[in-house]
Nanobody, 123 residues
Framework: QVQLVESGGGLVQAGGSLRLSCAAS????????MGWFRQVQGKEREFVAR???????YYADSVKGRFTISRDNAKATVYLQMNSLRPEDTAVYYC?????????????????WGQGTQVTVSS
């Protein structure tokens, strides 16, 4: 069983920055593929970024160049640095763990999810 706890959300003005953190339990964190997703009420949860165990990263086109995913295996934590935020980035952000190495952007391929943290970007 893996538990994920996000933190770092909040209210920020357009153009500002936030850093989200996701602390994971589990002794094999370094082997997990970690992802960030976001969801606006009434819409599907969408892929934002993922970080493979090898360190390779992938991003949705909408955040490429503005967001950076990183991980600290010693702390079993994954981060999402969000810069140049826009009102359309407003959503609940979730971290997720893929423990089977699927390396995907589909929500169905992630086994564990955090509770989510709200990010609101004002114009």
């Amino acid at each position: 069983q893996v538990q994920l706890v996000e933190s770092g959300g909040g209210l920020v003005q357009a153009g500002g920055s936030l850093r989200l953190s996701c602390a994971a339990s589990g002794r094999t964190f370094s082997r997990y593929i970690m992802g960030w997703f976001r969801q606006v009420q009434g819409k599907e949860r969408e892929f934002v970024a993922r970080n493979n165990w090898s360190g390779r990263t992938y991003y949705a086109d909408s955040v490429k160049g503005r967001f950076t995913i990183s991980r600290d295996n010693a702390k079993a934590t994954v981060y999402l640095q969000m810069n140049s935020l826009r009102p359309e980035d407003t959503a609940v952000y979730y971290c997720a763990a893929d423990t089977m190495g699927r390396s995907s952007w589909y929500t169905r391929d992630y086994d564990y999810w955090g509770q989510g943290t709200q990010v609101t970007v004002s114009s």
